[in-house]
């Protein structure tokens, strides 16, 4: 074969490859009806974060409020508003989400187009995909946007007490008035719960309820990505494993803060993937099962350094962390160390260390044992961490029999007068708790018992 014709069968793979992971969705082009709208997105979100860069660390309660406009011309005149933006700046450092990386991904350049999500969403509201599908942006109301930042402060809170949460990770809130538009158009960007997911092959939108929680399959041949919901899970289960103790704590602990802020209609997200051998084979090497650990114990996810540090080896207590496998001792015993992410400006060594004393036994290298990085067990367990996959969009990724990707959304729903008369009304004509509209408390313990009953 020509090295022509190698280059042209190379290049035909790489586009039906490109098709088959964009199956779910359609690139937003010039001739797309939002494409206009996208861009005014797109163009705010680079001026706004290449202008302001908001390295601030220690927050304040005027952090929370702070409200910050700008007016710019982009073929017409623009006001774009971002809310917290020293707090969204914190939520994003403490995921690993560096400001450029960021703003690489959220604001690429012209040639890199937003993606328009193929679902059979009844929401109302728009969402957008980055080219890589790492970040959503999705299109709140006004009376969401305000209830978000009123809860702003419990938001964070509640991730750096428990650093594995299943709750979504939103990492931007901005609004956009178009001058021709009367009223400013509000939107969330936030961590895919599905990212990579090239090879998910089942989707469900799990509330806990059962009615209108059907949904057909889709036609043979079709690109849209059908949600499933419960009655599409009837006899089957999330099958956990090791994970499955640490998956039900973690879900008793999202909805009793669910419960707090008095919420409902939340729903858990569950992408099914199988996994293949070589990712069980790999997830057991002692090199990875270390990386994974180091990660997990990270104190990037952690409430505060301690004043008075100890020596801790992520390692020392396995059973702290939910999902640990027994490794395979056959394996190099001098793996890669993780790259230290603390402050402490101390570069690793890729091989076990000696100490400079003649004689003296190897040690692990600095990221191993770095007092500040890594947590002890006793706050792993306040925690509630778990062994993170050794995976992109780790927080979002549990290792069962297959590979699941869950977090739970959709929490902006109060249980206002209008959904108590809803709920007076349906009480009438549907059988008792069988539809979602209940009371905050009714609708987590209902979630956590759906649970319960549907993994093993």
């Known amino acids: 074969m020509s090295k022509v014709s190698a280059i042209k069968r190379e290049t ?7 098709r088959w992971k964009r199956r779910d ?37 005027e952090d929370y ?34 400001s450029e990386e960021y703003l690489k991904v959220v604001s690429p350049g012209k040639d890199e187009l937003y993606l328009e999500f193929l679902s059979n969403s009844k929401s109302g509201q728009n969402f957008f995909l980055t080219n890589n599908k790492q970040f959503m942006i999705k299109t709140i109301t006004k009376t969401e946007a305000n209830f978000f930042m009123k809860i702003l402060k419990k938001y964070t809170n509640h991730f750096e007490e428990y650093p594995h949460s299943l709750l979504v990770k939103f990492v931007g809130l901005h609004s956009i008035k178009i001058k021709k ?39 043979e041949g079709s690109n849209a990505v059908v949600i499933l919901k419960e009655k599409n899970l009837e ?21 009793k803060f669910l419960q707090d802020i008095e919420v409902l209609d939340y729903s858990l997200l569950v992408g099914v993937q199988p996994l293949q051998n070589d990712e069980i084979s790999r997830s057991r090497k002692l090199s990875t099962v270390i990386s994974r650990a180091q990660k997990s114990v990270s104190k990037s996810h952690s409430i505060s350094p301690p004043l008075h540090p100890t020596l ?27 790259q230290c992410s603390c402050d402490c400006q101390v570069s690793p060594s890729l091989n076990l260390q000696r100490d400079e004393t003649p004689g003296s036994p190897l040690t692990p290298p600095h990221a191993m044992y770095c007092t500040r990085d890594v947590i002890g067990p006793e706050e792993s367990l306040k925690q509630n961490r778990r ?16 590979r699941y990707y869950v977090g739970i959304i959709d929490f902006f729903t109060r249980f206002t007068l209008k959904k108590r008369l809803e709920n007076a009304y349906k009480k009438l004509i549907y059988p008792p708790l ?15 018992k759906y649970w319960e009953d549907h993994t093993e």
Not at 235 to 255: A, C, M, N, P, Y
Not at 434 to 448: E, G, L, N
Request: proline fraction near 9%; glycine fraction near 4%; aromatic fraction near 12%.
């Open 12 to 18: 035909y793979f790489n586009r039906v490859r490109k």
């Open 25 to 61: 969705v359609v690139e937003i082009i010039e001739t797309h009806p939002k494409y206009l709208f996208t861009q005014y997105i797109r163009t705010c979100l680079r001026s706004f974060l290449t202008n302001h860069p908001n390295k601030k660390i220690v927050l304040t309660d």
């Open 65 to 98: 409020v702070e409200i910050v406009s700008q007016h710019l011309e982009v073929t017409i005149p623009i006001c774009f508003t971002t809310f917290a933006p020293a707090v969204f700046y914190s939520i994003r450092k403490k995921i690993g989400l560096s």
């Open 181 to 219: 538009l009367s009223k400013p158009v509000y939107f969330v960007v936030m961590l895919s719960i599905f990212y990579p997911g090239e090879r998910i092959r089942a989707r469900y939108d799990i509330k806990g309820c059962l009615i209108g929680r059907y949904t057909d399959p889709p036609p």
């Open 235 to 255: 006899g089957k289960s999330v099958k956990l494993g090791e994970q499955r103790t640490w998956f039900l704590t973690q879900i008793e602990i999202d909805t």
């Open 312 to 338: 801790v080896d992520p390692l020392q207590d396995e059973e702290h962390l939910p999902g640990m496998v027994e490794t395979n001792t056959t394996t190099n015993p001098n793996p890669p160390s993780p």
């Open 387 to 402: 062994l993170l996959p050794d995976y992109r969009n780790e927080l979002h990724v549990v290792d069962g029999e297959e």
């Open 434 to 448: 069988s539809f979602s509209t209940v009371h905050p408390d009714v609708f987590a313990k209902r979630f956590r």
